[in-house]
T-cell receptor, first 115, second 112 residues
Framework: GNSVTQMEGPVTLSEEAFLTINCTYT??????LFWYVQYPGEGLQLLLK?????DKGSNKGFEATYRKETTSFHLEKGSVQVSDSAVYFC??????????????FGQGTILTVHP | DSGVTQTPKHLITATGQRVTLRCSPR?????VYWYQQSLDQGLQFLIQ???????AKGNILERFSAQQFPDLHSELNLSSLELGDSALYFC???????????FGPGTRLTVL
């Protein structure tokens, strides 16, 4: 079955530091890939997405590139802010089949940014 | 605000009891998804409905059931509750087979 593996957290950075959160996946076919963010006490918000190999998703300074050869979708940001402190989830969605709508999530990575 | 509403926000109940969680999708969205977020299992897909019909099932226990009504709101029923059912339950909606799922704020269930 499908699975998503994220780097172990928590991640603690100083403001303006570079961020990388690794994500690799196992899936058949060509899934769509996502990064969701969960701020304290809130639901999940879509941060960015990519639907095919070599696509780059980007939003709010965050970027991730769909790498089919390495089955990866690593999240990066050049300069983090305190307001980026949250839990980040990598997820995939099947390209088709009976569970085409289902999202499979990684375990989440807690990011804390200090001033 | 995603446009997806969930009630109640918090629910505290005892083992053996039954509860109902409610979700109203974004206007126009036909698909509703339920997810469970717990410390040990992470975020897991439970079930999906599309325009009133069940479309996909995930790791949903037999004690749990769901339905989607003609007005497209959905309810998740949890019965014979156990301590391990304590979790955050999220509802999400999307436009038909839309790529993006919009998540509600969740219902935090505590079973004592």
């Amino acid at each position: 079955g499908n699975s998503v593996t994220q780097m172990e957290g928590p991640v603690t950075l100083s403001e303006e530091a570079f961020l990388t959160i690794n994500c690799t996946y196992t899936a058949t076919g060509y899934p769509s890939l996502f990064w969701y963010v969960q701020y304290p006490g809130e639901g999940l918000q879509l941060l960015l997405k990519a639907t095919k190999a070599d696509d780059k998703g980007s939003n709010k300074g965050f970027e991730a590139t769909y790498r089919k050869e390495t089955t990866s979708f690593h999240l990066e940001k050049g300069s983090v802010q305190v307001s980026d402190s949250a839990v980040y989830f990598c997820a995939l969605k099947d390209a088709g089949g009976t569970s085409y709508g289902k999202l499979t999530f990684g375990q989440g990575t807690i990011l804390t940014v200090h001033p | 605000d995603s446009g997806v509403t969930q009630t109640p926000k918090h629910l505290i109940t005892a083992t053996g009891q039954r509860v109902t969680l409610r979700c109203s999708p974004r206007s126009g969205d036909l698909s509703v998804y339920w997810y469970q977020q717990s410390l040990d299992q992470g975020l897991q897909f439970l079930i999906q409905y599309y325009n009133g019909e069940e479309r996909a099932k995930g790791n949903i226990l037999e004690r749990f059931s769901a339905q989607q009504f003609p007005d497209l709101h959905s309810e998740l029923n949890l019965s014979s509750l156990e301590l391990g059912d304590s979790a955050l339950y999220f509802c999400a909606s999307s436009v038909a087979r839309g790529l993006e799922q919009f998540f509600g704020p969740g219902t935090r269930l505590t079973v004592l």
